[in-house]
């Protein structure tokens, strides 16, 4: 062979390297992989809600398509974003459009996972909106799946990757309010109705909408508008009621800052269902009660001691600490969305729901004096910021669903698993499974219409 003359050698690899350039990202390197240079390829999945919201918070990528089971509820995200490519079914839109990278999921949250799970197995990052599922074996299948398929994930607890979230947890490790055995947490909702029967009247499916899609894997029912927008929150087979809607919100702080695993028991009151025509007390099978108070053990971790966590929703209240003379209503404890109070033997603090808002040390004299300690923790560039950067190869975002996400959403399930049936529950994290009631484990999950699958 004669030697190659170093101008053919550099035409050659010139070539080469022109060709390379030409083949498609997801040829490459996989379809979860983008240089950092480059603008992420995502799908919204469920646009007309909160998703609108979350697709505008990452539209400096590049919003590739566009899905939602119903054209007139989604119709201004269709409107705001024109290029994107439109689609009804998610299982197509994942089929056809390869160059997707990444899918934002906003749907309520019984497709959550079905969706979720798809698109991981298609090897797409995924961002989905709390709870990030709504069975316990949901959560514990996704957090599994997205790890071994190392995407870059993210749930929709945006309280994560505030600044005070961040002060909270120091505060606490600081020993600002010294050792905390007692915690409490609450929301005013739910803002839906709940604690009702299902609908008798079977209107006409509207031509936007796909019942059947919209259905997914939840049992068969006639359609009617009580299950749409907002309003199928309180609808067991299809939400998660007050714990699931706000739970991600307010038990993320203390789950970061006091370091809590999965439970050991959880026990659950609620207002009970009284049809007009029997006038007996009875469990409601459709949606979740108006209000409940939900008793939460954690065990020891480390040095930490055990810790007692109380949540009620729908109106129901802690008693207002003694240190707020001033507050006469315990509803004006927290911001609108609720709040918690940690209780410390040196202390305690106040905060508003979403991330730990405007922690407040009480008594005054304590917030007045304490001496801040300095930020430890590394802040966050922004929610959705995250999960960007960790699709571009960066470090996992914060609320990812391996590492933290679906603990944090098991936490709130079991609780909800209480709320169904009204008994004392013992709680096996690791085994996922209630080891002191068996028909518990009933509700761990339920099975899929057919055809729908995780």
Same mark, same amino acid.
């Given at each position: ?199 008798? +009247?079977? @209107? !006409? %499916?509207?031509? $936007? ?9 939840? *049992? &068969? ?81 480390? +040095?930490? @001691? !055990? %810790?007692?966590? $109380? ?9 207002? *600490? &003694? ?132």
């Amino acid at each position: 062979m004669k030697p190659m003359k170093r101008r053919q050698f550099l035409q050659r690899a010139s070539a080469a390297a022109a060709a390379i350039t030409l083949v498609p990202r997801h040829v490459l390197g996989g379809a979860r992989f983008v240089p950092p240079s480059e603008k992420v390829n995502i799908a919204g999945i469920g646009v007309g809600g909160m998703g609108f919201g979350d697709i505008q918070a990452v539209s400096s990528q590049n919003l590739y398509a566009l899905c939602d089971v119903d054209r007139a509820y989604a119709a201004k995200a269709f409107q705001k974003f024109p290029k994107a490519k439109v689609y009804t079914d998610f299982r197509k839109l994942l089929d056809q459009e390869k160059e997707v990278d990444a899918v934002v999921i906003a749907t309520p949250d019984h497709t959550h996972a079905v969706i979720a799970s798809a698109a991981i197995k298609a090897g797409k990052h995924v961002y989905c909106e709390k709870p990030l599922t709504q069975t316990l074996l949901e959560a514990r299948t996704i957090a599994r799946l997205a790890k071994e398929a190392k995407v870059a994930t993210q749930m929709g607890n945006q309280g994560h990757a505030t600044e005070s979230i961040r002060q909270f947890c120091e505060w606490v490790w600081d020993g600002a309010i010294g050792t905390v055995r007692e915690v409490h947490a609450w929301t005013p909702h739910a803002v839906w109705p709940q604690d009702i029967d299902r609908p008798k +009247e079977t @209107p !006409p %499916v509207p031509d $936007t909408l796909d019942w059947d899609l919209w259905l997914g894997p939840a *049992p &068969a029912r006639p359609y009617h508008p009580a299950y749409l927008a907002m309003m199928w929150r309180g609808w067991i087979d299809f939400g998660t009621g007050a714990l699931g809607d706000m739970g991600c919100h307010v038990f993320d702080p203390l789950m970061w800052a006091l370091k809590l695993g999965p439970p050991t028991s959880v026990e659950a009151s609620s207002s009970i269902f009284v049809p007009k025509i029997t006038w007996q007390k009875q469990r409601n099978k459709e949606t979740y009660p108006r209000g409940s108070i939900v008793r939460y053990q954690f065990p020891a971790r480390g +040095e930490l @001691p !055990p %810790v007692k966590l $109380t949540w009620y929703d729908g109106g129901l209240m802690p008693e207002i *600490p &003694a240190e707020l003379p001033e507050v006469q209503d315990p509803t004006e404890l927290g911001d609108t969305y609720g709040g918690f109070l940690v209780v410390g033997d040196k202390g305690k603090i106040l905060a508003d729901s979403h991330g730990a808002g405007h922690p407040r040390l009480l008594p005054d004299s304590l917030h007045k004096n304490y001496q801040r300690p300095a930020k430890t923790l590394k802040r966050s560039p922004g929610h959705h910021e995250e999960w960007i950067r960790a699709c571009k190869g960066g470090e996992p975002a914060g609320s990812n669903f391996a590492d933290y996400a679906g603990l944090l959403t098991e936490i709130v399930l079991v609780g909800n698993v209480a709320v169904r049936l009204g008994k004392k529950l013992e709680w096996d994290g690791p085994n996922l499974r209630f080891s002191n009631l068996p028909e518990a484990n009933n509700l761990l999950h339920y099975e899929y219409r057919r055809g729908w699958a995780l």
